[in-house]
């Protein structure tokens, strides 16, 4: 949106410097894009006299001239065919940037002959396309002065600054001049300035009458127009061109001068038939689709069906808020005119707008809501310029439909401003910013202007409030000291848990993944899914068509995308439901990882080896360390059929209750999933551990032993289909204050093991750590300890120590 400052000092009565304006609009909420300030650009051009003009001796064309600048006599070569002796003119000095041809003038040489300085032409100072030859001065201009003041003082539009803002979609009412000086005004840059037009009143009835059919009626709720003849169509004034060229604007006649202006002033587009294409009456209507119409622009477009339109005898005359027809356009010859006042609902034009791929001034405004009330009034106001301008007599206005009822009330609560924005405004203030704005109050209620369809509700009025006072006036204050000690906490136990998990398996080098819940059902049949309880009714595709019964499916095919893009080597991990059941209560929280590949790039140091079960069982015993489940637990097998029978396991607490599911995936379910392995993966229950007994958000004491800790080392010989957890479990179990750790360190199997030990035996060796709590282990006490491990064995086992 441009304006020029004078142009909003038409509206604005105010003493407010550019600076001052600008900085408020911005603060207002319209944020100033750019001022483009003539006065700034012309500044350095001053006023010279042209003493003597002779033939430059080498070049038939060109003039070496002698000017007086006021402060000395300089040398300027020109090759204007008006650069003469006796004249005046613009002079722009060497070090002067000429914007018309985007050059800073230099001391230099023509032909020859040194050239000082340059005489310059309207279009070199886009003043305007003139370049026939330089700018003559009347007499009256003053040697050496500032070519702006002079132009200041013939006519003060030529050097108006011209600002331009951003308007957010919300604020149609700041599409119009007037309304930004509103705002300005509200804020206490100014009061307005009466705009107010009597009605024209009609001296004969209008030949054309207008219909709105039943169907459209939701599209134009009213249609405002009234018949002028006898206008003369010519130019239009000079200060009306100089307003629209400033904004970017080519003027072209006196009449759509004038409805240009009125689109920028009041936001209000209106249109002007020529009376003499008009046959018969006018009619609006939606379109049935096929219509050719050529537009204003020269353009043929064709209509889709429901596209609003304006129709006469002869056809469609006039896309409807968005651009009127050639074939009804006016021109210099036009003598009689319709005009046109309407409001059209601004979804409907937005719809026809961008199927026909048509950007004009009128519906850019429609289709963001202009004021219906100001529909009657925008008439009179265009009647009487075009009166004023092009003369003619007006006819009586037609009106069909009427205006749509946009009348809405508020309560305002002065209270809120505080709450909401954290100001401090007093009611009285508060309630004269809202009526300076149009609202009009009642009590505690505050009728919203109609030409404001942005304010919907009470917090609209305190943003109002807040706007025009500056949130630049915020304050920051810290937040009041809490008095009631440590807060409580707002996670649940299991949103800590999930928390928890997650960060630990960051931390383990794990890259999160967040899939679908919704898998396709032959994947999900392999991890126990895929029945029709949990099938979804409504898929978005086959590809999901039922709820994940694990995480494993949804990782194991993000791996399947990453290896077949080069990702070999993976690591990722997912936190989310799975689902059981297709009750709301049939699903669980799963922390699942998976690893593939290798566990390290190659190197010169043989560091590279593939993933394996103890990997997954390492990084599973870690998360559940985090989450806090219990250190001791039970490993079983018994995994569930998508795990390696003989590389995966469980670990529960006793029989039923199960933490960790982590081993192997099954190689035939890789190879359905497409995933090149080995793959080793683990699935935590996160809510199956136990909660702690002790309620209080404190860490434990830290448990610190001065003694020093003892261990030994024994060798047992077992059957071969001994495990070493049974080994372990009973080693442990010999003195459960003692015994801190036992695990295993070697294990002898195959022929030599047999031939040594005899057919079917093995050899497991365990490191058991033995740590006082009360005094220094004697070698007694080791003793007794030693024996009762070996014992133990042997009852769970059969073993015996190894000789």
Same mark, same amino acid.
């Given at each position: 949106?441009?304006?020029? =400052? ?5 509206? &604005? ?234 904004? !970017? ?92 006042? #309407? ?31 100001? %529909?009657?009034?925008? &008439? ?39 709450? &909401? ?86 931390? =383990? ?84 990882? =998976? &690893?593939?590949?290798? %566990? ?82 683990? %699935?935590?229950?996160? #809510? ?49 204050? =003692?015994?801190? %750790? ?7 199997? !195959? ?53």
């Amino acid at each position: 949106m441009k304006f020029t =400052l004078s142009w909003l000092k038409d509206h &604005l009565e105010t003493t407010a410097s550019l600076h001052e304006i600008t900085y408020a609009l911005t603060d207002l909420g319209l944020e100033v894009e750019g001022v483009e300030n003539p006065g700034e650009r012309l500044g350095a051009f001053t006023i010279g006299y042209v003493k003597t003009a002779e033939k430059h001796p080498d070049a038939d064309k060109l003039n070496v001239c002698m000017v007086d600048t006021g402060t000395e006599t300089t040398q300027i070569i020109c090759g204007a065919p008006n650069a003469r002796a006796g004249i005046k003119v613009v002079v722009a000095s060497p070090g002067t940037y000429v914007p018309g041809i985007d050059t800073t003038i230099s001391v230099g040489k023509i032909r020859g002959i040194e050239s000082y300085g340059m005489m310059c032409s309207e279009r070199e100072m886009e003043l305007s396309e003139e370049h026939n030859g330089i700018i003559e001065l009347d007499e009256d201009a003053v040697i050496g002065t500032r070519f702006v003041d002079y132009l200041a003082a013939k006519d003060p539009s030529v050097v108006d600054p011209v600002i331009e803002i951003a308007i957010t979609p919300n604020r149609p009412d700041a599409l119009g001049v007037r309304g930004i000086a509103r705002d300005l005004a509200a804020r206490g840059l100014g009061t307005m300035k009466v705009r107010d037009v009597a009605p024209v009143k009609g001296s004969f009835a209008s030949p054309i009458n207008v219909t709105i059919d039943a169907d459209t009626a939701d599209g134009c709720p009213v249609f405002c127009g009234r018949v002028i003849k006898g206008v003369k169509n010519g130019p239009s004034p000079a200060w009306l061109q100089n307003c629209l060229k400033a904004i !970017g604007l080519r003027p072209i006649s006196a009449l759509v001068d004038i409805t240009n202006f009125f689109t920028y002033d009041r936001n209000r587009p209106l249109h002007v038939f020529d009376v003499d294409k008009v046959k018969g009456d006018l009619r609006v209507h939606r379109a049935a689709g096929g219509e050719v119409i050529t537009a204003l622009d020269d353009k043929d477009y064709t209509l889709g069906v429901g596209m609003m339109v304006i129709s006469d005898d002869n056809g469609t005359e006039s896309i409807a808020g968005i651009m009127g027809g050639a074939a009804t356009g006016c021109t210099d010859e036009t003598v009689n005119v319709f005009v046109e006042s #309407a409001y059209w609902d601004p979804i409907t034009i937005a719809h026809a707008g961008r199927a026909l791929k048509i950007n004009s001034d009128a519906r850019y405004r429609f289709e963001r809501g202009v004021d219906p009330a100001f %529909t009657a009034e925008g &008439l009179e106001h265009a009647t009487r310029m075009i009166l004023d301008l092009c003369g003619g007599e007006a006819s009586d206005v037609v009106v069909a439909g009427a205006v749509p009822d946009v009348s809405r009330a508020y309560r305002l609560d002065t209270d809120r401003v505080q709450s &909401l924005v954290g100001m401090e405004i007093a009611p009285e203030t508060q309630r004269a910013t809202l009526q300076a704005l149009g609202f009009v109050l009642d009590g505690d209620m505050a009728q919203a202007p109609s030409w404001r369809p942005d304010v919907l509700g009470e917090a609209d009025l305190v943003e109002e409030v807040a706007r025009i006072a500056s949130l630049t006036k915020l304050v920051g204050k810290p937040l009041a000291r809490a008095t009631t000690g440590v807060p409580t906490a707002i996670l649940t136990p299991m949103q800590k848990r999930e928390t928890i998990a997650r960060r630990t398996m960051a931390a =383990l080098g794990y890259n999160e993944c967040v899939t679908y819940s919704f898998i396709d059902q032959a994947s999900a049949a392999l991890f126990g899914g895929g029945t029709d309880a949990t099938r979804l009714e409504n898929p978005i595709s086959t590809e999901m068509s039922h709820m994940r019964p694990d995480l494993l499916p949804g990782l194991l095919q993000a791996a399947a995308r990453n290896q077949a893009r080069g990702f070999a080597d993976l690591a990722l991990f997912e936190v989310g439901p799975a689902f059981h059941g297709g009750e709301p209560e049939e699903q669980h929280v799963q922390a699942t990882g =998976l &690893l593939v590949g290798a %566990t390290a790039p190659r190197d010169a140091f043989g560091s590279r080896r593939m993933v394996d079960v103890f990997d997954a069982k390492a990084d599973a015993e870690a998360v559940l360390a985090a989450i806090g489940a219990p250190a001791k637990v039970m490993i079983q097998r018994n995994a569930p059929e998508w795990w390696h029978p003989g590389r995966s396991g469980r670990m529960s607490l006793g029989p039923k209750n199960i933490l960790c599911v982590y081993g192997e995936v099954h190689p035939k379910v890789l190879k359905e999933m497409d995933v090149k392995g080995p793959a080793v993966a683990f %699935t935590i229950y996160v #809510a199956n551990p136990p909660a702690p007994k002790s309620k209080t958000i404190t860490r434990p004491a830290l448990v610190l032993r001065d003694l020093q800790a003892v261990e030994r080392d024994y060798a047992f010989v077992v059957d071969t289909g001994v495990e070493a957890l049974t080994v372990v479990n009973a080693a442990a179990g010999a003195d459960k204050v =003692l015994i801190e %750790t036992v695990r295993v360190f070697d294990e002898f199997t !195959g022929e030599k093991a047999e031939a040594q030990m005899g057919a079917g035996k093995k050899s497991l060796a365990i490191s058991v750590r033995l740590q006082p709590t009360d005094k220094t282990l004697t070698e007694k006490d080791i003793e007794e300890v030693s024996a009762k491990i070996v014992e133990k064995v042997r009852k769970a086992t059969g073993g015996v120590l190894r000789g």
